[in-house]
């Protein structure tokens, strides 16, 4: 995309049934473009292994949780699986102010509330697995939960992939790469809209004096 033209930062969400690839898609994304960085969100979950404070998640305690919530510091907030999720206010209106764009990988009740705080800047992507069968073995291999675990994701995916008609795109999963290829496609083209390239107007009307 040009240079010349300034453009509102847009906030691309990512939801989907825990194992549908999200995580992957997320992060092939964020490497192959540099106008477009990860809202990190804070939670009161336990860190899975290998996951990093600050970089995967803020881990806070569930009453510094509720003390953010309560200064108005989250954007949004949802409780998934017992634990609560939320999305730090700040760094996204930073973000979005300086013309970047922001990438969340959230649940569809962050989504609503994202879509009635500012649904101009809004682009949702509902991610789905191929299979019952491929979800399942996805959850198995990433053995970072346990069984227990792993048997509430999948009873829970049902009522999550309900709510793909909240969104305005649908990615099936197949292949990891193919869905990036698609996903990157969206964002070009939402970059692309009219509406959120703020100065098209002097843009066209330097063009035009110079014919
Ligand atoms: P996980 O525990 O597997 O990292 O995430 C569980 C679910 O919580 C996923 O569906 C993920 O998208 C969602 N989630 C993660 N962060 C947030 C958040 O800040 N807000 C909301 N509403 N959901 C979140």
Known sequence: MSDAIHRRGLMLVLSS????????????LLAADSHI??????TTRQARPGEIDGQDYHFVDTQAFGEMRNRGELLEHAKVFDNYYGTPRAPVEDTLGQGHDILFDIDWQGTQQLQEAAADDLVKVFILPPSAAELEKRLNTRAQDSAEVVAARMSKASDEISHYPEYDYVIVNEDAEQARVQLQAILMAERSKRARQTDLSDFVKALRDTL
């Open 17 to 28: 049934p825990s194992g549908a690839g999200k995580t992957t898609l997320a992060r092939s």
């Open 37 to 42: 960085s990860m809202s990190v969100s804070v």
